[in-house]
């Protein structure tokens, strides 16, 4: 349970009250003081969030890397928020140096194909992964190219070298993985995972 009053005033008649419950007592105290500040609040429409991200602006990469994980729950890499931040910054310049907080939301999902149920240039629909002697990885997956179904397999020292030596038979270039990390989307036993790669 959790007591709100108006910051230059400790003392006023005027409080709102919250009540969080979780599993965690720092997780029940946060969801307190969100619900006395929705009591605070009310009815009254907040202002739109925007981002002032642009050439000479304010923002920062930092800043839009927050609004990322406050948004979508994904904590990006320092090389991810630094080439997200370019992206950003040239669409900011085209709507004049300034872009919403829902706005660089959907920029994010549109830019790396997050939540998006249409497939890109290449796709994997189906895949089943084995281990072979040596600790190597052998995938065996049905990939398709602008829309035409192609069986491929490729082996490497894990399932993302695996993939990579599935793609070398079929697209011009040797690709290799500069950089990977992974998180939980959330906490518990039954959350997904997210993972990033630069290739």
Do not use: M
Not at 147 to 174: F, Y
């Amino acid at each position: 349970y959790i007591e709100l009053v108006p910051a230059d005033d400790r003392k006023s008649s005027t409080s709102w009250w919250g009540v969080g419950v979780d599993r965690d007592i720092a997780g029940s105290g946060l969801r307190a003081v969100l619900s006395a500040a929705n009591s605070c609040i009310g009815d009254r429409a907040l202002p739109e969030l925007k981002l002032s991200v642009g050439f000479n602006a304010r923002s920062g990469q930092s800043d839009v890397a927050s609004a990322i994980l406050n948004s979508l729950g994904l904590e990006l890499p320092r090389r991810l928020q630094a080439a997200f931040f370019e992206v950003v910054q040239r669409v900011a310049r085209d709507l004049g140096d300034e872009i919403s907080y829902d706005t660089l939301t959907e920029l994010f999902k549109k830019t790396y194909g997050y939540e998006s149920p249409t497939e890109g240039s290449v796709s994997l629909r189906d895949f089943e992964l084995e281990h072979l002697a040596g600790g190597r990885i052998k995938l065996s997956g049905e990939f398709a190219f602008e829309g035409k179904p192609s069986r491929i397999t490729g082996s490497g020292n894990g399932p993302l070298s695996a993939v990579l030596a599935c793609l070398h038979e079929s697209i011009a270039g040797v690709l290799t993985i500069r950089e990977y990390s992974e998180h939980a989307l959330g906490a518990g036993t039954e959350v997904g995972a997210v993972s990033y790669v630069e290739l």
